[in-house]
């Protein structure tokens, strides 16, 4: 009989683990080694903001399986066969004698130890910016089950009335609701100029950041902390011209990936500072696999190798270095960027690029942003939400969209990315066969209604302006647009449009009214959700007027 | 200046309005005509099961805009310059002189109109079968807003305790839960073996019978009516061997391509009895375009020409009309027959093909039940669903899926009839890159974990037996297997299984224990949700045992 084939897996909370399973699935005879510096394995790193705001009730669930097991060494052991070693330190990768040392972390003890393949699934460690201060007690990375359980601990205490989180990006932006959940005060502070930078652009950050501060977060962009001060114990956060006091600080300032060991051992690292490899997720040694939050990923839209840490990335990542390392031949087909984020009562979503990556990439790109709604408006319980959608002017291809709202953006991001996954252009994204009834969705979904705005943006039959720039018209031009709220009367009385020179004249009577238009002055189309602002932009167009365009998204946009 | 386009338009439901107006948007100064035979315009037809159970409190919120507008001949006028007559019939077609015969069905008066445009939008009637008292006072076939006014005004005013649905396909389990919400109990009587005969498969239809039957919605399968009595209103539905005591009856039958002009005209007329048209949604006539429920579509599955009249197709189709008769040229890409109800605490939906229909095409499928849970199991407020995925065994392409459940399926069939629609395979379906965090979903989402769970059928790695082949063998095979349960042991004792020597282990115990274990009989896996089974199973064949299976789908198909 032949030597069983010996695998060892570095990093035991997501890839890892997925792959040492895979590959048991695969070889029943296989020796598998998985290996891990922490005490704890396979647990779901992303459940920690809601174990902190109180919907995980127990810290021990998010090591459970589905079915109620505690995903210990044991449980390893017993049902996978995996010979799983916590509090090891995995260090001296000698390639040419195909052998890593394992050191016991408790005992100090070593072990030389052979491999067949060998799995790096080492993981990610956030960025610890160099704040004075930032080492003092109360200031939290959330990066594993014990930042968590503190951080829980002392909310339960009652010592936490107010905390600052620096950084305003998925995970900042995802703890906020853990805070509040508990009545915590909640400031973000963030260096650039919007939240959610490198997710969203510009105009709907500014919506996001709106909506988060109307339920009472507070956020200062713009502005690095310069320091944490306090007497052993956290209590003020010094940004320029500002101390905040506060209880507790989180950094969230994005993480890195773990390479140490890839480095030490001479593999090929990429541009992005995450290891190399290949569509098999092969190193650049082809014993040594690499996946999860350690590699770099090849972005089917730009064409870009990006680092791009996901929990969903690294659980792929580990079925197919499972099925590579037990002999099969799959490739990773690689990614389009998906993300998703609840903060409150807004739930924020992107897939591909924004406008703004695109346009960094050189790409001409046409964008529009719609207002929808959950399901169709006769059915109760409606939710809204906008979609911004990039496409390239030339050839149609829809190359990204941002989701943001109470409504079900999860379903809309999860289709779009689908589609951008096959190389969609919006025709056909406006075309797919979509289910519907009433309960659901539209006979034409709102996603469908967003590539085909977008559509009308490329065919020029739909002239739309930003909030932004009607805003600054309004400020600087000497001739500033007429604002035509097309609104019926009693919805405008209800939520006026307070800025600019506005005229009333619900759609219904618009034809019958359009001599109380001037026509020497632009005029833009105001309307809630956008529906009556394009269909009067059309009749007045149609009418001879010139110079009419529509406020991009609609009047939330404005406010 | 040319003489102004004019388009005329047959049928103001769904199609018609949409091309109408979308005509109206590309062209200012084209005579666009909507006619339709009854008195309201572009009214959600779909809506009407909601007006009749309550969700929607008026019934004019079927008519309206998003915005609050009655869609009457006014608003055709006022806001889009559209001349549309209702109570109007259209005859006598001259397809040479371009020209139609409008007939005002209140007046009597005729006008020979003529059309540089003709659109044929004139939908599909329900099927009355010719049961013996199907015209008696109280037999509904749910068709317009007449209908349901008056069912909703006899149960209002109390009459109605009890119906009788004749039809257990879309619309007759749709309107299941019209009834429930207002206390009337109600029998379906279907003729065939299944419910949604043509929309699921009988294993998922048993599931979704036995889930609505709990709730209390009797079913008769497998029996026509034979006759429906009463002395004027009807009193009783007669199937073989019963009476059932009834106040109403609705017909959900089936509806037919209403194609009466075009037939009369020469239009070429499908296989399927609806009108053909090219991918333009032309008929065999360039002139004359049709769209809609009267209309038979490319299926892109299959490759066959169906006839599946939904209101999203009907959408899609007018928009696409709109552009054609207005110079452009935009191809309809086809459909992948993607539906979905909701039917109490059960959602029902479908994409692409099912097992039986690829089967009956000749087509070598591989398929596989997966349970699933809307997002993970430690984050509150959970809802489960089945995926029944079929596949190409050749080459592993992803054909149809089936969904069923209270969870969150619309999203997931969206998903997957996107993939569907660009041909996906199973490895690429497992493989997008979809939106994940613990409100929203799994690293890996359910739909990839079907997939997956296809393509482990596909290369053998797992066997699944079907829980009707389990009863069969429990109750005719004289060496019938034994079921091995390997939930933990209050789970197994809280809701046990009923039927067949069961042995209860537990996964986490079964290595341990293996040796409990016959050798010469055969073993079916059985947990909740298939994970253990899977796992277990490859557990006892790497232990050198053979003939080990799980049940498809889990326990829950199997009660």
């Known amino acids: 009989m032949d030597k069983p084939n010996r695998i060892i897996i570095i990093g035991g909370v997501a890839c890892g683990p997925k792959a040492a399973a895979r590959a048991r699935r695969r070889d029943p005879n296989a020796e598998i080694i998985l290996v891990d510096r922490g005490e704890y394995l396979s647990y779901a790193g992303c459940g920690l903001p ?4 109180g919907s995980v009730a127990e810290i021990e669930n998010l090591q459970k399986t589905s079915f109620n097991l505690i995903r210990d060494a044991d449980y390893f052991k017993n049902v996978k066969n995996i010979d799983a070693r916590i509090r090891t330190n995995a260090e001296q990768l000698d390639r040419e004698a195909k052998s890593i040392v394992l050191r016991n972390l408790d005992t100090g003890e070593t072990e030389q130890v052979q491999y067949d393949k060998l799995v790096l ?12 201060g930032i080492d003092k007690n109360g200031v939290f990375v959330l990066q594993n089950m014990h930042d968590a359980l503190e951080i829980r601990k002392r909310i339960d205490a009652g010592e936490v009335d107010h905390v600052v989180v620096i950084g305003a990006g998925l995970i900042g932006i995802e703890i906020v609701e853990s805070f509040f959940n508990h009545a915590v005060d909640v400031v973000v502070v963030e260096k650039e100029k919007q939240i959610l930078p490198s997710i ?15 339920d009472g977060v507070e956020f200062v962009t713009d502005q690095t902390v310069l320091a944490i001060e306090g007497k052993g114990k956290v209590e003020k956060v010094i940004v320029k011209g500002r101390e905040i006091a506060t209880d507790m600080v989180i950094v969230s300032a994005g993480v890195r990936p773990n390479t140490k060991l890839a480095r030490q051992a001479g593999l090929d690292i990429g541009k992005t500072g995450a290891i190399w490899v290949n569509e098999y997720l092969q190193t650049s040694d082809p014993d040594i696999y690499a996946g999860g939050d350690c590699v770099e990923c090849q972005d089917l839209v730009s064409g870009d190798k990006i680092f791009t840490p996901m929990g969903t990335i690294a659980n792929r990542h580990g079925r197919i270095i499972g099925n590579n390392v037990t002999g099969d031949n799959e490739a990773f087909p690689g990614i389009v960027g998906t993300v998703i984020v609840k903060a409150l009562n807004v739930n924020i979503a992107k897939t591909g690029l924004t406008e703004d990556s695109a346009r ?12 929808c709604q959950n399901h169709v408006h006769f059915y109760p319980g409606n939710k809204f939400f ?8 030339e050839s149609g291809r829809f190359l990204g969209a941002q989701l943001v709202g109470p409504g079900d953006i999860d379903k809309r991001v999860d289709v779009l990315a689908t589609a951008i996954q096959f190389g969609a252009t919006l025709q056909q994204t406006a075309n797919l066969d979509l289910c519907y009834s009433p309960p659901f969705s539209h006979a034409l979904d709102g996603l469908a209604h967003a590539a085909n705005n977008t559509r009308n943006r490329i065919d020029k039959s739909a002239a739309a302006i930003s909030a932004q720039q009607i805003l600054e018209c309004i400020e600087k031009s000497e001739n500033p647009p007429i604002l035509l709220d097309l609104r019926e009367e009693k919805e405008a009385e209800n939520n006026p449009i307070t800025i600019g020179n506005v005229i009333n004249i619900p759609l219904s009577e618009l034809r019958k009214r359009i001599n109380e238009l001037p026509r020497d002055i632009d005029i833009v189309c105001c309307c809630t959700q956008g529906v009556r602002s394009y269909e009067a932009m059309l009749l007045l167009k149609g009418e001879g007027l010139d110079n009419i365009s529509f406020i991009d998204g609609g009047l939330k946009m404005l406010y």
Chains 1, 2 share one sequence.
């Open 50 to 53: 809601y174990y902190v705001g």
């Open 121 to 132: 699934a080492t993981g990610s460690s956030s960025v610890v910016p160099p704040i004075s």
């Open 200 to 214: 969203l652009d510009a105009e709907i950050a500014q919506y996001v950041q709106k909506e988060l501060s109307r």
């Open 360 to 371: 960094k990439k050189g790409m001409d790109v046409e964008t529009s942003i719609t207002p």
């Open 386 to 393: 906008l979609i911004k959608m990039t496409a390239d002017r």
